[in-house]
């Protein structure tokens, strides 16, 4: 150890630690890349997790033995009977790229905090607008998160109807935007945050695809302006959350222009499609959106948090939060700041999130991406096969992502959903499988997003047959045969 350095910097410890732990995190993801971990998500509920660690870190704790404990706790999402939510399991390249930016901490803020990051971020950006068919006039950024993401697009949206409204306030404005009922929560959310409440969300009906009913925009568009909102903005889901359905992108666009409507669509899921050569026709129309937001974290093989919003056009980037913060920037002079991220993201201090996206390119090239969710979808389809010609089980919808939803259907309809909850319950707490659920119209479905291109239709097959026979176990507890 060098004299006068703090233990906690001492680099020589940290190269031996590092290594140490290293060797334990690749045995754990050959664990769950194998399958040979036994179980997906090793279940033990919150208070008695809360008891156990309270106990082992109330005593000394080597680190070591602390990450291993936290791994033995941890759901596996490398493993490929992980069949749950949207998150995906990270490239080992990823991976690193989030110890690398840990340990430089560089904040994206300022471009003198972070020359590397910012730069990678740009060509991040630049990137993704190309695949998305934008002109080279597109730009963005990085954010925290797709509810982050859907927020700060948003309030460019309504910056750019009303360009008094950041400093005055929305006044006796009821501004509103046009979603689909399928519409991931974090848009109410956003509404809620700039004050527009649950007026300012007009909910459009899904037809039997549950993509969105376009032809119902006119019509809601209307009765909201003769009731005294001003609509900004519609929103396409580009998957939606639930069932994964695409909305028709294209004629959204149109119907906007028509209005002068900003355009947003959330991609934050389904835009990873752009990269698939098979798939990107499900985003066709995406090039005339006024803002795309896309997860890096959902599809791409990318730790959380990873989220790009790009603007078709570059000066729109910068109305989010167009104020002044004169002791961070010389000028305020927004094009010719691109590379002062801080200008146009909520966050101030933000993570180097451009090296965990450009670390899996340089590793595997776009390829990986098309191969990725090209074959994640590809399953997603023949699973819904397998659910069709299973008896007993019923598809809600046929997929057009990797999300599906499906349900055991007893012998009596009434006892449906109570089943449907239950075996999930059982699967979690069998932790074999991890799958989660959904409820549409008052009905539970067993929701399965395929996020690991480990999972093959033997697995499938193998949760079909659980599925099955928890429910015909339950069925028989509820007719009361032992
Ligand atoms: C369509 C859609 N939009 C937004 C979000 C929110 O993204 P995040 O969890 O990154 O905030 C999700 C998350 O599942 C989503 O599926």
Redesign the pocket.
Known sequence: MTPGIPIWFDAEKFREQGQRIIDDLATFLEDSTTGNAAQVLPWRDENAQYDAWKELLDRDIELEELFREVCSASIRLHHPRYLG??ISPPATASALAGFVADTLNNGMGVYEMGMAGTVMERLVIEMLARQFGFADSASGFLT???????LTALLAARNTADPDVLEAGNRDQQYAVMISEQ??Y??QRAAGIMGWGRQGIITVPVDEHYSMRVDLLPELYDQATRSGKRVVAVVG?????ATGAYDDLAAISQFCSQRDLWFHV?????AAAAFSQKYRCRLDGIELANSV?L?F??LLLVP??A?AVVFRDAGQSYVSFAQKAEYLFDEHVPESQWHNLALRTFECTKAMMSLKVISVLAEHGLAAWDANVTQLYDLANKFADMIDETPAMELLVRPQSNIVCYRYVPANAEQANAINRDVRERLLHEGKFYVVQTISDGTHWLRTTIGSSLTTTEHLGQLLEEVTRIGQQLESQARGVC
């Open positions: 939510h949207q925290s998160g797709g509810s982050m993401g859907n519409a991931h974090c848009i889901s580009a998957c939606s959350t959330d991609g934050a899921h389904g937001t997860d974290h959902k959380a948090l989220t």
